[in-house]
Each structure stands twice: as C-alpha cells, then as structure tokens.
C-alpha cells in the first residue's frame, strides 16, 4: 500500500461530457502527478504540480486540467471527452522537487470509459 | 531529452528459470532509473531504483538490476521465475535537471508458463 488514494476508481461518461478524479497525495508529500495508460500501453504523464501550482506538462491539450490544493490533494479535469479519452488514469505523488530522486508512488487509478 | 527502450514487449519463461527483461535508456542528465511492476488492474508498484549510487540494485521478490553507464542498460533480472512474477514491468527514467521529469518505456509484459 502506497498511501495514494483515488476516487472514484470505474466510471462510465458519453462524449462530449466532463470527469473530474480525485487524488489524496502520501503524507509528507507536496507533488502530484497525472498519469494517462491506456490499453496496452505505458503511462503517459499529463501534468505535474508542485505545491498547488503546475509544474510541468505532457503532450495533451487544454481539456485536460488541474488543480492542487493546501492539503497537496489533486483534481484532474476533462472537459469534452473523447473516445480516445478511456483509459485508466493514474495519480503519483513524491517529495519535494528539491529531496526527490523521482521515485513515484503510485494509487491504484481510476478508470474512465467513453461512449 | 531523454528516453526509454524496452526491447521486448513480451517475455515468456518457464518456472524457476531466469528472468531477464531489458532497458536501454538516454538522458542528457545524471539519470534516476526505476523498474515498476503493475499486475492487472492495479496500480504501480516500485521494485527496484537507482540513484547514482551502487550500480547493481537489489529490489523486492529477488529482482535486480545493473547499471551499465557504457551500454546506457538497466536490464532487470531475477534468478528463479515464480508464477506470482506474471506482471507488465516498466522501465522508468527521470532526470535530475529542471523539474523532474518522468519518462515511463512502453513495458515487458512477462509471462510464467508452470
């Protein structure tokens, strides 16, 4: 068990609507970062933040947003999903960037299907 | 920039035969290598890391890895395969430079025939 939590973790959405998913971070971790894995494939990184501010993004367009908040917990938005949009999302959190050697620890993901 | 490469995308080996699973990576930076193992439908979990101390790694279930700066390797290895080893593993590499920056490799799945 790594600490890192997320809700919820099936969900069913058509196109066109929205997901939010949620992360509870590791005590004693301050960054968070979002995973896309689809079938088959390895995690793609989404984007990174560092207390409550983005911190680095991957190759996926303006849909996909985020939010850290004080308690170093995350959101992950999309908006308008896609098709393309199903795959299981996952959500790391580690130390600071400063103490970090880039070890992730990792919840257990939410899956996101689109009809 | 950096890069992962995981050479096979499946690997198949009998119970308690050796298990060799293999990484090359590139990175303009003094990279942190990391093997994650993830069985279906879970999440990640770390077995094993390198952070520019020892070269040979030792992880949890008897797995390691070899630093091989020369050859740009982690190639992971175990010496006995065991039917709990059946996983998808993936070859991680983040750099030290800027944000920290994670590149994930495509993934082994590996298969255990009994």
């Known amino acids: 068990e790594t600490g890192v939590t997320q809700s919820p973790t099936h969900l069913i959405k058509t196109r066109g609507q929205q997901v939010t998913l949620r992360c509870s971070s590791q005590?004693?971790?301050?960054?968070v970062s979002w995973y896309q894995q689809a079938l088959g494939q390895g995690p793609q990184f989404i984007f990174q933040y560092y207390r409550e501010e983005e911190n680095g993004r991957g190759n996926f367009p303006p849909r996909f947003s985020g939010l850290q908040f004080p308690n170093y917990s995350s959101e992950l938005n999309v908006n308008a999903l896609e098709l393309d949009d199903s795959a299981l999302y996952l959500c790391?959190?580690?130390?600071?960037?400063?103490?970090?050697?880039?070890?992730?620890?990792f919840g257990e993901g939410s899956r996101l299907t689109v009809l | 920039a950096q890069s992962v490469t995981q050479l096979d995308s499946h690997v198949s080996v009998s119970e308690g035969t050796p298990v060799l699973l293999r990484c090359n990576y590139s990175?303009?930076?003094?990279?942190?290598l990391f093997w994650y193992v993830q069985h279906p439908n879970k999440g990640l979990q770390l077995l094993l890391k390198?952070?520019?101390?020892?070269?040979l790694v030792k992880g949890i279930n008897g797995f390691e890895a070899e630093f091989k700066k020369s050859e740009t390797s982690f190639h992971l290895t175990k010496p006995s395969a065991h039917m709990s080893d059946a996983a998808e593993y993936f070859c991680v590499v983040s750099d030290s430079g800027g944000y920290q920056k994670v590149t994930f490799g495509t993934g082994t799945k590996l298969q255990v025939i009994p």
């Open positions: 390198y952070t520019s101390a020892a070269t």
């Open positions: 005590s004693g971790h301050n960054t």
């Open positions: 790391a959190s580690s130390r600071g960037l400063a103490e970090s050697t880039g070890e992730l620890f």
């Open positions: 990175s303009s930076y003094s990279p942190s």
